[in-house]
């Protein structure tokens, strides 16, 4: 899956900026790793949104553990990999059909908490369980929202391209050829969401993060990680735990 924004949907990260300025490499531009991405994956599936956002998805060479969807609703795109063992509960706490899958359900759960407070992204992943990475964006209000689970068992990358898109790939690979070294792992159990504009812990939100130079040999340009002691993981929705109707 690939997901590409320009610079007014997402500011590019500090860290990331930093790590191409400090060893200039190769990059591409996002067009250009567009179409790599199509011309390399059978069957690839493109959808360009107005100028600044590109999404692009393919069942090719999938893992049947952790399988891709790409569902829109209302606006709202998704593009999801892995699966959550606890979806047969969210659908029921949602108010869901049995045929919800798990890109459905984070559009479904991002949608009802948007427009019931709206509550604070990390509420929307604290009660996932499973393996999971997942890019959303809301046309509707230009909103970006990325996360991974908190094991990392799904991967997901982000860096910038040579025309300053943020680009968002479970393919370190295809990041590196069009990112060079402004390149780095998504870390695992956070998410990004322009709405609150940082990258954030959702187990616990108040925990800092920061990120540190890779060695030359690596892949990456910098090494993000989060600070202090980690939070025990979500049992439940406790603060969700009222039914849901989504119409």
Known sequence: MLGIFSSSIMSPPDELVAAGCRTPSPK??????????????????????????????????????????????????CLFEGALDNLGSLRNQYGLPKSTNEGLLIIEAYKALRDRAPYPANHVVSHLSGSFAFVLFDNSTSTLFVASDQFGKVPLFWGITADGYIAFADDA?????????SLASFPQGCFFSTAEGELRCYENPKNKITAEPAPEEEIWGAKFKVEGPKAAAATGLGYLNFPMEIS
């Open 28 to 77: 591409i531009s996002s067009t250009a790793l567009a179409k790599r991405f199509v011309d390399t994956n059978a069957a690839a599936i493109s959808v360009q949104i107005g100028d600044h956002v590109h999404l692009a998805f393919t069942h090719h060479n999938e893992s049947p553990l952790r399988p891709r969807s790409f569902e829109v609703k209302e606006e709202i795109f």
């Open 173 to 181: 690979g295809l990041l590196k050829s069009a990112c060079g070294k």
